[in-house]
């Protein structure tokens, strides 16, 4: 008896610590919404309300139907998984209801192997750390894609700059850039996704208020926020567009110095725990055979 009440109060304790770092783990990596007035953040909610896939869920249905709505609505994972999926590019391999089953898949493995390996149900602590793994996988997609957006930003600036020089809109201006390039980058694949917004009848600065929201780059919010200002006081936007590329190159620039400045701190980890120790030992390793097989000359 004492057996059984000490094996029910282990998976209590198990299934109780892995909903506790489960919200731990969630609350940590949740992307940071930035807002403008709010209306980047609307534009958030409304995109995830109108084009959700989880719509497609019947509440009578299976029981992986239960499980994925419990999991969306309950557990609030439908709105992270919608943002996490528009600062991808919403990619066409995969949707927020895909990414909610790896996240379920995983989080049965995981604990399952290591329940399987060491007999223990206290590895049961492993879900929630199982059903986070994709999350961090997807925000290292995503911080790739705004590494690869910003390596072009300054250049096109200047360019879109150029071409409304010549007496064109800013609009011609995203779609000549589109058009020169050979090879898209994820940068002009979101500015030709922000004409073809356009064509269809959004506003123009809806579009890119909806261009800042899918970059989730502050970069971006503004290079919006100078077009918008243009068009409200009738400033000149070429000079803003030049001067707002050369600010960015500044602060690259100060930004890998940075980085340089710190490599050579960096560099004492991988020196101190794997250079050291293996010079230590060729140099003393000698020594020591002589002294175990006594060999040593004696002073």
Request: glycine fraction near 6%; proline fraction near 4%.
């Amino acid at each position: 008896m004492d057996f059984g009440a000490a094996r029910i109060f282990m998976w209590i304790f198990a299934i109780t610590s892995s909903m506790a770092v489960y919200v731990a783990i969630q609350r940590l990596l949740m992307p940071e919404k930035k807002e403008e007035g709010g209306s980047i953040a609307d534009l958030v909610q409304n995109k995830a309300k109108s084009t959700s896939s989880f719509d497609k869920l019947d509440p009578e249905g299976s029981l992986l139907d239960k499980l994925d709505l419990f999991l969306a609505k309950k557990m609030k994972v439908e709105q992270k998984l919608e943002y996490l999926y528009m600062l991808m590019g919403n990619p066409a391999t995969t949707d927020p209801l895909k990414m909610l089953h790896q996240k379920e898949l995983i989080a049965v493995i995981l604990p399952a192997l290591a329940i399987f390996f060491t007999g223990s149900f206290l590895f049961l602590v492993l879900l929630p750390v199982g059903f986070m793994i994709p999350d961090v996988l997807a925000m290292g997609k995503i911080q790739r894609r705004q590494e690869d957006i910003l390596a072009n930003f300054p250049t096109s600036v200047d360019l879109a700059a150029l071409i409304i020089e010549s007496g064109l809109d800013y609009m011609t201006a995203f779609e000549r850039i589109v058009k020169i390039s050979t090879h898209r980058t994820a940068l002009e694949e979101e500015l030709d996704k922000t004409l073809r917004e356009v064509q269809l009848g959004y506003s123009r600065r809806e579009a890119l208020q909806r261009l800042a929201a899918r970059t989730g780059l502050q970069e971006i919010r503004s290079f919006v926020g100078l077009i918008v200002q243009s068009d409200e006081l009738g400033t000149s936007l070429v000079d803003l567009l030049r001067n707002f590329a050369a600010d960015m190159r500044f602060r690259r620039l100060t930004r890998a110095e940075r980085m340089a400045a710190q490599a050579s701190t960096k560099m004492l980890i991988p020196l101190f725990i794997f250079i050291f120790p293996t010079v230590f030992i060729m140099m003393l390793a000698p020594m020591l055979y002589d002294l175990v097989k006594g060999g040593a000359m004696p002073f």
